[in-house]
């Protein structure tokens, strides 16, 4: 059995083991729920923080629904964090608990396709990569533009290929042309200059599109300052910005 | 180097003396700029990490190592120890004007505005804050505010040559067109070569006026001053003259360097031919060891057209030089 079919087989136990934890009846299961949910390692503050909400008056029903998800996240071995950060968003905001509930698990569905994402494509799995790739088709990047990514560069080392997996995240999220993307971080990689710092990249995007300036003419300005080991900060002067000079005299 | 070594000695000592003090320390505040005007960076900051190290509160020391890691671009470690200064020091310009630097280079562009602005509370005559505040109102295309900030700017440093150039740009941005190229040609007058220069002229150029003109020479892009001659002569201007004087230090520089002299006269093809003879004569005069044939010669009777980004150009009398390819 090779290693690629064992992660699916532990995946799908994970899965199974995590299905067993789902409500079949809601009323009197919050305390139980709540009791794994610390066991695994959601944070105490969270389960407070939903006790709280059924102390205040919430159905019983609705606060299993919103634990749900982060119990389940927590036994798939999924980011949890980001949901306990959208719950307590939520609940700051006093956004009703069935929305909260449905935004949890549609959240964690993001990261049960990230898991799927990265496993079919590099064969590993990352919280940080999971973390990105779930924020990024939570937020309407297509699964297409990760594979593409993930299948080609599968193999960088670490901060590269989490530097270059932000990019197509935050790019895609603006709708960038993957194909520009793919053509900035294959220089980025063969010029071996692609920093962290260029994760960022989307917001000399933001900032050349509002001057009209073509996403293709970003690319190339991107890809002429990787070439020549130039921060990403370059790429602004590059588009006609004005300049900065980070090393500057030694007054005002 | 050897007074320098009994300094620094002397200064290390004295600050033992004093004990660690918060804010300036005399070693760091001398051998700081040292660094950066040697631009021995790494140098910096191997020695000025460990200094923070061994006293976190010497405010100079942060501040050194945050500007030796921008200056070799690395903004995010820069921006802990810029920030670790700031926070020693509260009402030092300097910190918060190189903490937007920092924020710049991030390309985190409303931080790098509020610090700036930060630092224009401290000092309001800090000019690079009002100048990169003003950068920040251009690639906004706030023209108004930036022309401001850049009048500001040449108020307190009459020569600085980003105000001047950009204050033509952000007069361009508000339509005053006269004004852009006044400004434009008053930067020229006093920065004529490097990259701002050619802009200045593609702008310009822009605006109809081609008083200056960019050149591709050899393998450099390089901007002159355009060829004039004094009324109904064939005689050069000084100023042209000294655009020639350019050129030919740049053949004696590289004995390949050969160049079509093209001239235009609108109507008067023998004028053409004479102004394009007398610019090769002007070139080679004094200069035995050049080659004649390394500039040989074109002439038209016609306007030259000049296409510059979509818009077209007429010149009813022109000198243009050319690359020869060999």
Redesign the interface.
């Known amino acids: 059995m090779n290693s690629r079919s064992s992660l699916y087989i532990a995946t799908l136990v994970v899965f199974a083991v995590s299905l067993s934890f789902l409500p079949a009846s809601a009323a009197g299961k919050l305390e139980d729920m709540a009791a794994h949910a610390l066991n695994c390692g959601v944070s105490s503050e969270s389960v407070e923080q939903i006790r709280g909400l059924s102390s205040a008056g919430a159905s019983e029903d609705a606060a299993v629904a919103v634990l749900s998800p982060l119990l389940n996240a927590c036994v798939d071995q999924l980011p949890v964090s980001p949901l306990e950060i959208r719950l307590s968003e939520g609940v700051t905001k006093r956004v009703p608990l069935p929305a909260i509930s449905v935004a949890l698990e549609k959240q964690l569905a993001s990261f049960r396709l990230a898991r799927e994402i990265l496993l079919t494509t590099t064969g590993s799995l990352n919280e940080s990569a999971l973390e990105v790739v779930g924020n990024g088709v939570g937020k309407g990047v297509v699964r297409s533009d990760f594979e593409a990514f993930a299948t080609e560069f599968g193999k960088q080392p670490v901060e590269v290929f989490l530097t270059g997996l932000t990019m197509v995240s935050l790019q895609g999220q603006i709708d960038y042309d993957y194909a520009l993307t793919q053509r900035i971080l294959e220089k980025g990689i063969q010029a071996e200059t692609l920093s962290p710092d260029w994760q960022y990249f989307v917001r000399v995007v933001l900032a050349a599109r509002k001057h009209g300036i073509e996403d293709r003419i970003i690319a190339d300005a991107a890809v002429d300052v990787l070439d020549k080991g130039e921060p990403v900060s370059s790429v602004l002067p590059e588009l006609g910005f004005t300049d900065r000079d980070l090393a500057g005299g030694i007054s005002k | 180097m050897k007074k320098i070594c009994v300094l620094i000695v002397a200064l290390v000592l004295l600050s033992m003396l004093t004990g660690c003090v918060t804010g300036a320390n005399p070693y760091s505040a001398m051998m700081?700029?040292y660094y950066?005007?040697q631009?021995e960076?790494k140098e910096g900051l191997k020695s000025f990490v460990e200094r923070v190290k061994e006293n976190p509160q010497d405010a100079t020391a942060a501040y050194y190592v945050g500007?030796f890691y921008?200056?070799t671009?690395r903004?995010?470690e820069a921006m802990t120890y810029l920030k670790q200064a700031a926070k020693l020091v509260p009402d030092n310009?300097?910190y918060q004007?190189?903490i937007g630097?920092a924020h710049?280079?991030?390309?985190?562009?409303d931080e790098e505005k509020a610090s700036y602005e930060r630092a224009l509370v401290l000092?309001p005559d800090?000019?690079?804050?009002n100048l990169?505040l003003g950068?920040?109102y251009?690639?906004?295309?706030q023209w108004a505010q930036a022309l401001v900030l850049y009048d500001k700017v040449i108020s307190l440093d009459r020569y600085n040559p980003?105000a001047l150039y950009?204050r033509g740009v952000a007069l361009g941005g508000l339509g005053r067109h006269k004004e852009e190229v006044a400004a434009l040609k008053k930067f020229l007058e006093y920065y004529p070569d490097g990259s701002l220069a050619m802009r200045a002229t593609s702008r310009l150029n822009l605006q109809g006026d081609f008083s200056y003109r960019n050149f591709i020479l050899g393998k450099r892009n390089v901007t002159l001053k355009s060829m004039t001659f004094k009324p109904g002569t064939n005689d050069l201007v000084l100023e042209s003259k000294e655009s020639l004087h350019v050129i030919a230090a740049m053949m004696g520089t590289n004995k390949k360097l050969a160049l079509h002299i093209v001239a235009y006269n609108d109507g008067n093809a023998a004028a053409a031919k004479a102004r394009a003879q007398a610019v090769k004569d002007y070139i080679l005069a004094g200069r035995p060891g050049f080659d004649p044939k390394r500039l040989p010669l074109s002439w038209f009777g016609t306007t030259e057209t000049v296409e510059r980004k979509g818009k077209t150009f007429t010149l009813e009398d022109s000198v243009t030089f050319i690359t020869v390819v060999q």
């Open positions: 700081g700029p950066l005007k631009r960076y500007r921008l200056a671009k903004p995010a310009a300097d004007f190189w630097v710049w280079a991030k390309l985190e562009l000092d800090h000019i690079s804050a990169y950068h920040g251009t690639d906004e295309k980003e950009n």
